[in-house]
């Protein structure tokens, strides 16, 4: 089956690749913590994917308050997909997969 894809605008002060992988992580088959069960198997099946990374511009300063304090704030593009499978036919397990919690 096909994969649902999700393109967000970043603005972070952890580098866009460390963000893309926290935020796959965390709207998708993991959390911050390993689960007990949570297995390399399911998350390669069910996990999201990271699939496009493009960096839009650098700044010293970030454009919205911050609580994490950075020489540089890297803006840009990550795009990320899951499984259908994952959200089914329902319209909130697609809420809260693309917008989730972070």
């Known amino acids: 089956m096909g994969r649902i894809v999700a393109s967000y605008d970043v603005e972070t ?3 866009l690749e ?3 992988q926290v935020i796959a992580g965390e709207q ?7 689960l007990p069960g949570e297995t390399d198997l399911l998350r390669e099946r069910s996990g999201a994917r990271v699939e ?9 300063t970030p454009s919205l308050p911050c609580r994490i304090s950075a020489d540089i704030y890297e ?6 997909s899951w499984p259908i499978e994952n959200i089914g036919p ?8 693309v917008a989730g919690n972070l």
């Open 28 to 34: 998708s088959s993991g959390t911050f913590l390993k």
């Open 52 to 60: 496009r990374i493009v960096e839009k511009g650098r700044s010293p």
């Open 90 to 97: 329902s319209l909130p397990n697609l809420l809260a997969t």
């Open 18 to 20: 460390r963000a893309a």
């Open 75 to 80: 803006r840009g593009e990550i795009v990320l």
């Open 13 to 15: 002060p952890v580098g």
